[in-house]
């Protein structure tokens, strides 16, 4: 039975990194023929801009790799970070101290992501179903906080706007703290007990529950760990922005998730990718630019993401079917 199970474990991790193999040479090659149909994608601030884009899904993916894992989905990520960012900027014209205010900040996710999966446990209700009513809750507050106007009227000297919000050389402290971040959750999410259990009760919640792991425990944490990140990539926006604004956030629950299903974690469950996240962020920053760089209507960023979606789904339908074989 073991060897059995090893060698499905191994079949597993050759089809992740074949999957991962796949995205990067897809972003790669997806690099090239933008660099060759515009003049300025290779140029430094395009690249700049790219990377910072990307920072903010993929802060979020990495903790969408561990919802999905479990066979969950929140789909209130992106007004989790509107509102993080509206609170964190009410604070600040109300001369709160700005690392203070950023604690708040990330609490309020804390809080926000406790709720959704709260109220998905206490009635039985998919999180799917919950996250999709709170994402216009969530939104709904930060309009009621911000009484729809921005803030940007706050003191922008601190460590937080000229070196969070700024760069080292060129490169963006906020895609350094992504790549951090991404190096800490590779290693918690494939090498811990925790991303181990997370793994399991996806692939067989029955099975795990049998073996004695406290299913609603993970999912509490999982969710709190979602709605921290959001908040935390929220306030990294308003970093740079030196402002918050209505629109933050709008419309990132479906990067985030198209994302992380480029990079390989299975809507099923059970199996994902924090490498691949990192990499299906980087994509759909560069598909965004691409848009601007070839002079299409930014409109049609909405579209195309929904088509990369649904190629992302197709995708991640054939490798299931190609593991049920092995």
Avoid at 34 to 50: A, D, P, Y
Avoid at 178 to 207: K, Q, W
Avoid at 278 to 286: D, P, Q, S
Wanted: charged residues 10%; positive net charge; proline residues 2%.
């Amino acid at each position: 039975m073991n060897q059995i199970s090893g060698r499905f474990s191994l079949a597993k991790g050759k089809i992740s990194r074949v999957q991962e193999l796949g995205v990067g040479l897809a972003l790669l090659a997806l690099c090239l023929i933008l660099g060759f149909s515009t003049e300025n994608f290779f140029r430094i601030t395009n690249l700049i801009s790219i990377l910072r884009s990307a920072s903010y899904v993929g802060i979020m993916s990495l903790g969408m790799v561990f919802v999905l894992s479990m066979r969950d989905v929140d789909l209130s990520i992106g007004s989790i970070y509107n509102l993080a960012g509206m609170t964190v900027g009410f604070l600040l014209t109300m001369k709160v101290d700005v690392w203070l205010a950023v604690i708040i900040g990330i609490l309020v996710g804390v809080v926000c992501g406790l709720f959704n999966i709260g109220f998905s446990i206490a009635f039985k209700i998919p999180t799917i179903i919950v996250t999709l009513g709170t994402l216009s809750v969530f939104k709904g507050l930060g309009l009621v906080i911000s009484q729809g106007s921005p803030f940007y009227s706050f003191e922008k000297t601190s460590f937080f706007f000229t070196k969070i919000g700024g760069t080292i050389g060129k490169f963006p402290v906020i895609a350094l703290i992504f790549l951090i971040l991404t190096v800490i959750f590779f290693v918690i999410y494939g090498f811990t007990v925790f991303g181990i259990r997370v793994r399991g009760i996806g692939s067989n919640p029955h099975a795990a529950e049998f073996s004695g792991v406290n299913i609603i425990k993970y999912r509490i944490i999982v969710f709190i760990l979602m709605g921290a990140l959001a908040a935390f990539a929220g306030t990294l926006e308003l970093s740079f922005l030196q402002s918050s604004h209505l629109e933050m956030g709008v419309g990132n629950e479906l990067s985030v998730i198209a994302a992380v299903i480029i990079g390989g974690t299975s809507l099923a469950g059970g199996s994902g990718s924090i490498l691949g996240a990192l990499i299906g962020a980087l994509i759909i920053a560069v598909i965004r630019n691409g848009i601007v760089q070839l002079g299409v209507s930014p409109y049609w960023s909405s579209t195309v993401t929904g088509f990369v979606i649904l190629a992302a789904v197709a995708i991640d339908y054939l490798f299931k079917r190609l593991r049920s074989s092995q």
